[in-house]
């Protein structure tokens, strides 16, 4: 029997459904394996500008369509924020298809009262700017560092050796790459501030982190393209979890220091869950 766990609200983005570099396995793995009130999908989920370089669409990733369908169909809300790499969508903002709700940046309350920004992010871009060369040299190195990372995979898997992304390590030994992050999250910040919110959600980055800065939350729900993975909010308290990849279940020592240092408490989960072995709470959200 499927073992299927609960939570109040899922938050998932950049699937990248379309393009190669989606760890789409393991996707399928949590969308299995998860059940919720609320699924908001933050952009990045149909990769429509890989799609236009270069078709490709397996039978796998119409299944992900499908699980997600389902779920609207059933008893789950859906909210489609689109982001950068289908914002194609964004055409459609305010419109319901399939009981799923496509807006352009919504507001979600916790169980707790809380009030958080869902967005997907790339508005920030004009504001974190660099050269255009710079951005061009940067946007061919990614991509050939996510086709070196779909190879350590392969042969990740064919060792039996742990899950663990050559290009997220590598990304965060670059100076450059670092403070990026961080002019990010400043400005994820800054725009739940101006709201009046009391936190943010968002995607884009490619990097999950769940941090309290001046008495506002900020989560970033990662992406299933280097590291795998989704927040959630469990259904009483109302706390935020990140729901953290094989990688980090595999270097539990190096992910219980960073925890602590964000005030994180681990909880535990499901052994059989691959795709979300390492689940951190917040207590301050």
Not at 88 to 112: K, N, P, Y
Not at 120 to 136: I, M, V
Not at 161 to 187: E, H, T
Request: aromatic content about 6%; proline content about 4%; glycine content about 8%.
């Amino acid at each position: 029997m499927t073992h299927v766990e609960y939570h109040r609200t899922i938050f998932v983005s950049d699937l990248h459904l379309g393009s190669r570099a989606c760890r789409v396995e393991l996707l399928l793995d949590f969308l299995a394996h998860a059940r919720c009130d609320i699924l908001y999908l933050v952009g990045d989920i149909i990769d429509l500008r890989s799609l236009r370089r270069s078709f490709y669409w397996p039978k796998s990733h119409t299944e992900v369509l499908q699980r997600i369908l389902e779920k609207a169909r059933a008893d789950t809300r859906v909210v489609y924020v689109p982001g950068n790499h289908d914002d194609d969508f964004r055409a459609l903002t305010g419109m319901r298809f399939s009981r799923i709700e496509i807006e352009q940046r919504c507001v979600h309350t916790t169980a707790a009262g809380k009030r958080l920004l869902v967005l997907h992010g790339d508005e920030f871009d004009s504001t974190l700017k660099c050269g255009p060369l710079a951005a061009l040299v940067g946007h061919v190195g990614y991509r050939l560092l996510l086709a070196v990372n779909r190879l350590n995979h392969r042969l990740d898997a064919l060792m039996g050796r742990p899950y663990w992304s050559l290009a997220q390590s590598l990304k965060l030994r670059v100076g450059k790459a670092v403070r990026y992050i961080s002019g990010f999250q400043n400005a994820c910040l800054d725009a739940a501030r101006e709201a009046d919110l009391d936190g943010v959600v968002c995607g884009h980055i490619h990097k999950a982190d769940i941090l309290e800065r001046d008495g506002l939350v900020y989560c970033n729900d990662g992406d299933w393209v280097e590291k795998l993975h989704g927040a959630r909010r469990k259904p009483r308290g109302g706390s935020l979890a990140a729901s953290l990849g094989p990688s980090e279940r595999c270097s539990r020592a190096p992910a219980r220091r960073s925890a602590q240092r964000r005030g994180l408490t681990r909880l535990s989960s499901p052994k059989s869950r691959p795709a979300a072995a390492v689940t951190f709470a917040s207590p301050t959200c």
